[in-house]
């Protein structure tokens, strides 16, 4: 643990790689989902890679079916 936190100290570039990474999280989260093919999706898709939404942690824009 040790090892961790003091190759954190001595990162200048990790706190602002965090905080980029928690900004972007932040946008994707309360931004819905552009259609796809526009300029916005394309805008919207270098956001999620920012905030590390790959896989299944991306939103698709499709809302399931309520019943």
């Known amino acids: 643990m040790d090892i961790?936190?003091?190759?954190v100290q001595?990162?200048?570039w990790?706190?602002?790689v965090a905080a980029v990474i928690a900004l972007a999280s932040?946008?994707?989260a309360v931004t819905p989902?552009?259609?796809k093919g526009s300029t916005l999706a394309k805008v919207y898709a270098f956001l999620d890679l920012?905030?590390?939404n790959i896989?299944?942690?991306k939103q698709t824009g499709d809302e399931p079916d309520k019943k």
């Open 10 to 12: 001595d990162q200048p």
């Open 14 to 16: 990790f706190g602002v």
């Open 26 to 28: 932040a946008i994707a």
């Open 33 to 35: 989902t552009p259609k």
């Open 50 to 52: 920012m905030a590390l």
């Open 55 to 57: 896989a299944k942690a």
């Open 4 to 7: 961790i936190l003091q190759f």
